[in-house]
Nanobody, 125 residues
Framework: QVQLVESGGGLVQAGDSLRLTCAASGRYFSSHTMAWFRQAPGKEREFVAV????????FYADSVKGRFTISRDHAKSTLYLQMDNLKPEDTAVYYC??????????????????WGQGTQVTVSS
């Protein structure tokens, strides 16, 4: 069984920073790709960032490239998302997820089998 628990969200002003944390337990964390997605009200869930199993490869959505950084700590079974220079359009519920398939990193939500409950990020202008 896999459990993912996000934390670190909150209400901030434009230009501020936040670091999201995803604590993982169970199978897959140490050997599989993990990603962050987000969903704003009335919109579909969208890809934010992904990192492969050993942290050697990552990939970002164009909208966050240069502002967000994904990382993972195997010793702590934790995934992170450092978010800098936040903008109002970053407002959403942020989810971490694990891809249970091996292979190339993937960015489609339907490819991810396990999800956390989400953490709200609100950026005021």
């Amino acid at each position: 069984q896999v459990q993912l628990v996000e934390s670190g969200g909150g209400l901030v002003q434009a230009g501020d920073s936040l670091r999201l944390t995803c604590a993982a337990s169970g199978r897959y964390f140490s050997s599989h790709t993990m990603a962050w997605f987000r969903q704003a009200p009335g919109k579909e869930r969208e890809f934010v960032a992904v990192i492969n199993w050993n942290g050697a490869r990552d990939f970002y959505a164009d909208s966050v490239k240069g502002r967000f950084t994904i990382s993972r700590d195997h010793a702590k079974s934790t995934l992170y998302l450092q978010m800098d220079n936040l903008k109002p359009e970053d407002t959403a519920v942020y989810y971490c997820a694990v891809d249970v398939q091996y292979g190339d990193i993937r960015t489609t939500p339907s490819n991810y089998a396990y999800w956390g409950q989400g953490t709200q990020v609100t950026v005021s202008s």
